[in-house]
Each structure stands twice: as C-alpha cells, then as structure tokens.
C-alpha cells in the first residue's frame, strides 16, 4: 500500500516537472529559454551517466566524450550535408555509440576506481584530439555559425529559441521513455543483477562482460544524441564543452538526484548545472565551493539520492536493516532474475 502511494506521488510530481518544462518557454525570457535548452541536453548525458554508474555499476567521468562525438559529427553533418534534424540526431548517436564501441576492452573489464580513471584519461584525450584537429574542429576555437536545424523534411527551420528549447524538449523526453522501457525489460534486469553480485550472476551463466558492453554502448548512443542537442541549443562548440569540469559536474548531479534513478539523474544534472550558471553571477568566483558543499551534504544526509530520499539521522556504518526486515536489494534484484 504505501508502495503504491509513493509511486503514485512520484508519478505526479513527473507529470508537474514535464507541464512545467512545456510551459517555461511562455513564462522565461529568451535568454533563460536558450539556458533551459542547453541544460535539457547536459541533463540527457546524466541519463547516460546514470545508466552507467547506477544500472550497470560502472562509475564513469568519461561521457563527455561521446558527447562531443556526437556533438561534433552533428556540427559537421550540419555545415555540409544535412540540415534535417532527425538526420543530425540519428548521425550524432552513432558517432557516440561508435566512440563507446571503440573504447569497450578499455573500460568493461575493469571495476571501481580504476573505471573512473580510465573513463576520465578517455575523455580529457578526445578533448586534446579536438582542440588539436583544426582542419575539422576549428581546433580550440570551436565551429560557429552552424546553420539552424529543420527536424524534418518540409519543416522550417528553428529560428527562435522557443523552437529549439522544445524540439530539445521532446527529443529528450522520447529518449528518456525508451531508456525506461529497456530498463523494464530482461536486459535491465541483468544489468542491475550484475551490479549487485556479480560474481552470482557469472556462475549462473550470464556472459556478464557483453552485457555491459551494450549499456556502454547504448550510453555512448544516448550521450551522442545529447550532443547534437548542445548543437541545435547553441549553434557553437568548441572543445571548452567538453571538459573535466563537465564530467565532474555531471557525475555529482547523477549522485544528487540518485544513481539508481534515471528520472533523480535527469533531475540532479539539471540542477546541478542551473545552479553552477546562477551561482557563478550571484557568487563569482565562489560557485565550484556551494556545489562542493551540496555534494558533501547530500552524500551524508541522502546516501541514495533525492529521487530516494531517506534523511540520515544514525551514524555512518550502523546497520541500516533490522534483522526482520525484508532481503536486501542485491539479493531481491538477483532472485528475481533467477525467478
């Protein structure tokens, strides 16, 4: 019963958030709606951040390079072949889901630590090759004056910000529905398994390794596709998008909102980089240590993340469960798998 209550209460804060994001273009400045766009696009890379490091227990700093892959096939695609949207967007995941597929053996095989040195050492690479590959990037200068985008043929063109902010806006939303989708499906059920024991989902049979190559790729597909959505918001990038400082934003949305959730990742990304661009006006020079500070807090207050609140109050190691109470996820997760 009280399960469905709260399912119910999350259901119905979701419907407000997404009335609230169709009607903000009306409300906000164009100016704002420009912000809202841009953010919309990094919140869909912690989608894929959140997949990664919450779903298939790979913690990552390294999406901002199939974010910029995808990023910058659409830039080009754009200039010189195709204005149509579905075009860029179908030409952006692949660049992002070829990139991930390239960096496989690097990153399925290792766990922990490790994975987040190596998915960072990945990204800070992709954004050295950027700034230095001039003849396609523009190099540090970036490429500006991409032409703006027509989401399908006969369409025109998305002249205002308004426009853009809520092509962004659906592409976003379809692209989150399809991840919850897959999410409920056998496939998410093992990812979620391995995460939890792996070591019982490798004795049951499950080739563990290729599983996680899929929410790699698929990962790199959906960050991809978030690229060609900086393009669409901005019409400008330039290796500056895509650096550390992103990644680590990202990762401490995804941590905020609730590794385990795709709809808290989405929500935390967002929150965290609206924050970051109102802070840095407000407090100059002082914004890098408020987000610490959230970070810090919410760690120690909300373990899980805001999408699963549960406010701490006992000190950090005593036992969270009674021994009455029910199994704990890892073994719920894993029976059911087995069910």
């Known amino acids: 019963m009280r399960g469905e209550v709260i399912r119910r209460v999350r259901g119905g804060i979701a419907a407000l958030v997404l009335v609230g994001l169709v009607v903000a273009p009306w409300v906000v400045d164009d100016y704002t709606t420009s912000i809202l766009a841009r953010t919309l696009a990094l919140a869909l890379v912690g989608v894929s951040v959140a997949l990664l490091t919450g ?118 939303a379809t692209l989150i529905g399809a991840v919850l989708v897959l999410l409920r499906t056998r496939a998410g059920l093992v990812l979620r398994a391995g995460r939890d024991d792996e070591t019982r989902l490798r004795a049951s049979g499950h080739r563990v390794a290729l599983h996680l190559s899929g929410a790699h790729i698929a990962a790199g597909a959906i960050a991809g596709a978030a690229g060609s959505l900086l393009v669409v918001a901005q019409q400008y990038i330039s290796p500056a998008d895509f650096g550390f400082d992103t990644s680590a934003l990202l990762l401490l949305g995804v941590v905020i909102g609730g590794t385990a959730s795709v709809g808290g990742a989405l929500v935390g990304a967002a929150l965290v980089i609206a924050v970051r661009d109102w802070l840095f006006g407000v407090l100059p020079g002082h914004a890098p240590l408020v987000l610490g500070a959230l970070f810090v807090a919410t760690v120690y207050l909300l373990p899980t993340g805001v999408s699963r609140a549960r406010v701490r109050l006992r000190p950090p190691g005593a036992p969270a469960l009674r021994p009455d109470q029910p199994a704990t996820h890892d073994q719920a997760t894993v029976a059911e798998l087995h069910r």
């Open 55 to 172: 779903v298939a227990g790979m913690p990552t700093l390294g999406q901002t390079a199939p974010y910029a892959a995808g990023a910058y096939a659409c830039a080009v695609v754009g200039s010189r072949i195709s204005d149509v949207g579905v075009v860029q967007l179908v030409v952006a995941a692949a660049a992002g889901a070829l990139l991930a597929a390239l960096t496989v053996p690097l990153v399925v095989h290792a766990r922990g630590v490790i994975v987040l040195m190596i998915t960072l050492a990945i990204g800070e690479l992709v954004v050295v090759v950027l700034g230095r590959w001039r003849s396609v990037t523009g190099g540090t200068d970036g490429l500006a004056g991409i032409p703006a985008v027509r989401p399908f043929w006969g369409l025109p063109a998305l002249a205002s910000d308004q426009a853009r902010y809520l092509y962004a806006l659906v592409v976003v």
